[in-house]
């Protein structure tokens, strides 16, 4: 397994029409069996040497960038079960146009003029929540998995994890339309796994600054300095194939996906999990992406590492 190679980026083991009356039902798969590139990632064997060699590599990576993606994970024959899963819900997806900021956060006047917080940014993409997902869905099976979990707890380093107790952002999938782009930002969860299910014909490129800020520090002028085009040399680009699975640290990596271009939207699952049980997302937060609440979402909280967003 290779290293990284950025602006080119290896990556590990590297070498429309439809209504939601027309939603694709999948049958329940079991992923080390049937969906899962087991030559490559044998996550049916986990005491195996083979098992432990990926694991290490995918560290390896996260320690280095923060950013770890898993080439032709998906079995090649199951690849059209994911694309189908994205077009089959992406009709159901809440649109939405807002300016926003880097954080998420409500404009505050007391910050100083110069703060990355008042650069206003469009984003213009789209959510499909997990309660419109089917629950056959291959996206679905994989998301509960629980040598799937195992697997990803060992690559983040950590003993357990959890989904999401949030019925709408626990697996979700995200949609960008042509001409449209998912701006910079910050994610709320400390770790993110996602899959592209559906490529664009062009654009739509994941661009990311790793580590730029930490529990220390906001580093508000390195993030000033990406937004306003200052620091290329900061950026680490990359483009996923359909399959591919990526993990990422976006709690402290300012992250992108550049406008997308041609006809063909531009599709991916996002597989959310938490360290801890019972984790759900705010209702600020969750009717900026879906556009509604569940019982579950009560009052906005602090977020618990004292970063903003």
């Avoid at 009709?91 to 300016?99: F, L, Q, R, S, Y």
């Amino acid at each position: 397994m290779g290293p990284i190679r950025w602006e080119g980026f290896t990556p590990l083991s590297c070498e429309q029409g439809h209504t939601p009356e027309t939603v694709v039902q999948m049958s329940t798969l079991s992923p080390s069996a049937a969906i899962i590139n087991e030559d490559r990632y044998p996550l049916s064997e986990p005491d195996s040497p083979g098992y432990a060699d990926v694991v290490t590599a995918i560290r390896r990576q996260l320690r280095a960038s923060g950013c770890s993606v898993l080439a032709d994970f998906v079995a090649p024959d199951k690849l059209d079960l994911f694309t189908e899963a994205g077009v089959g819900v992406a009709p159901w997806a809440h649109h939405g146009t807002e300016t926003v900021n880097v954080y998420n956060t409500a404009p505050d006047p007391s910050l100083p003029a110069e703060h990355p917080a008042h650069v206003a940014l469009r984003r213009g993409n789209a959510f499909v929540a997990r309660d419109l997902i089917p629950e056959d869905s291959v996206v679905q099976s994989l998301y509960t998995n629980r040598a799937f979990q195992r697997f990803l707890a060992d690559c983040f380093e950590l003993p357990e994890i959890h989904e999401l107790a949030d019925p709408l952002s626990a697996l979700v999938f995200n949609v960008l339309e042509p001409g449209n782009a998912h701006p910079w930002h910050f994610d709320t969860n400390e770790f993110t796994v996602s899959m592209l299910t559906q490529a664009p014909e062009a654009g739509g490129e994941f661009q990311f600054c790793p580590g730029i800020r930490s529990p220390q520090s906001e580093n508000q002028s390195a993030v000033a300095d990406v937004l306003a085009g200052r620091a290329p040399h900061l950026v680490r680009r990359m483009r996923p194939r359909i399959g591919d699975l990526q993990l990422f640290r976006g709690r402290y990596s300012l992250h992108r996906v550049t406008t997308v271009e041609g006809h063909q939207e531009r599709h991916t699952a996002i597989f959310a999990y938490a360290s801890a049980p019972g984790v759900v997302g705010t209702p600020t937060r969750t009717r900026q992406l879906f556009g509604r609440l569940s019982d579950l979402h009560r009052g906005d909280e602090a977020s618990s590492d004292g970063l903003a967003g």
